[in-house]
């Protein structure tokens, strides 16, 4: 589960856009229902609102949620009337959770523009669907087995099927979008730039695709297209990425003397599996028993492939762990979690997306699963959505019309979820107003790279769509990919060249 908390860290054709005024009013305390707000890791006040939606937009009568949504008012005096909308990912993030982080990254875009996050519903303060967290400090087993993940899963589906709105079908992204936009109407902006992350650009995208004329500019960091088929999707990218690993430690001159057959290593660790071992909480350093199996070691594997920078230590985890000591894997793989709770993904929302709009098309599903991957991640979520109850999806949610305005879509070479591949087929689909920019060396995720922001702010900035499209990206080919790890002892030794 922790692996799956990672996942960073995938309309109602009634519902219109207002049209776009050039004056529109920025948003104000008072407007909207707006109400200033302190928001962590924010230095100057924000402004918090929230929308009544019905829970089912099909019964207006029936029972409501209300939507929260935070507003970082932007610093200057003449400000643009669009405002940055910002899609989290997950799914089932919190998107006002994210606002410190938010804030630094798209501090240039906020002295101009406002920056709006929405807790989507299912998360943050927005009709939440939160499963009982383990604590940090649980033992490694509570994780491990896949019994007691489905069993916890279980227990959580039932205890939020008894909530108010816990009629889980009601959580899907094509009505996710609708209360989006009632956001947008209701701070008076005419058009609005999408910025979305992971997860945060399948909202994004059905967002484009439901109201294209409320859109001005779209920024997708790690394509995950409505077609995507996650689970299937999921093992062909991780084993592309840990390839792509084996491959870079052969090229490089230290990690190959450092970890001669690495590659090899790693097939034996595999056909040892599965076998009992004692190792260390790695919060704690409590000593356990337990059974390492296959699913257990690949997703210790998939989570530092999400940052180059971590998973520079793999090869020296791997060769551990091929040794029989598996401490320096499970290490690694727990350098990505934990954090405050309010930035876990909401699980409960993350299984309500994810069985109604990828489940459903699994069997049909053209990925070949990864030959180390396998379908053992397919299973688990087989298992999971089996009795998770599944909201319609319109089979529109699923296309890619033509981007009505200049779309940037940016991906990491060495992502293990979003790669390449998939923003090479949004863009294939949004046609002559996208661009796809690849930054070689970048795991999940682009923004926090240097230059990256300022690449993504004169698009945003831009005059025209022209002008937004011809922004120079050049900067994002120059990044190096992080070198592999030395241990200590290790540096000084003859058999590791500078």
Known sequence: MRTLRRLLTLGLAGVAAAAWHPGAAAAEPGAAGLAPCRLEGVAHEALCGRVRRALDPLRPDGAAIEVHYAVLPALARQKKPDPVFFFAGGPGQSAIALAGSVHRLLARLGTRRDLVLVDQRGTGASAPLQCAELAPTAPLAHSAVRARQLARLAACRVALQRLPYGDLRQFTTWVAVQDVDAVRAALGAGRINLMGGSYGTRAALEYLRQ?????????????????????????????????????????????????????AAWERLLASLPREESVAQPLIGAIERLVVDREFVLALVRAPLYAPWVAAGLPAALAAAADGRFDPLVGLASALGGGRRALRPAEGMHFSVVCAEDMPRLSGATDAPGADFGTGFADLYRSACADWPRGAVPA???????????????????????????????????????????????????????????????????????????VDAGCARALPRPGVFVPLGAASGAAAPP
Not at 419 to 432: I, K
Not at 433 to 438: E, G, L, M
């Open 211 to 263: 109201f294209p004329q409320a859109v001005r500019r779209t920024v997708l960091d790690g394509a995950a297209p409505p077609d995507m088929v996650l689970p299937a999707s999921f093992s062909t990218d991780n084993q592309a990425a840990l390839d792509a690993l084996f491959a870079a430690c052969d090229a490089e001159a230290r990690c190959r003397a450092l970890h001669p057959g690495l590659r």
């Open 396 to 470: 529109a949610f699923y296309t890619l019309p033509p981007a009505p305005s200049a779309t940037l879509v940016l991906s990491g070479g060495a992502d293990p979820a979003t790669p390449p591949r998939h923003g090479e087929h949004v863009v294939r689909a949004l046609g002559a107003k996208a661009r796809h920019v690849v930054v070689p060396a970048a795991g999940h995720g682009t923004l926090a790279l240097p230059c990256m922001g300022d690449v993504v702010f004169r698009f945003i900035d831009a005059e025209d769509d022209a002008a937004a499209l011809a």
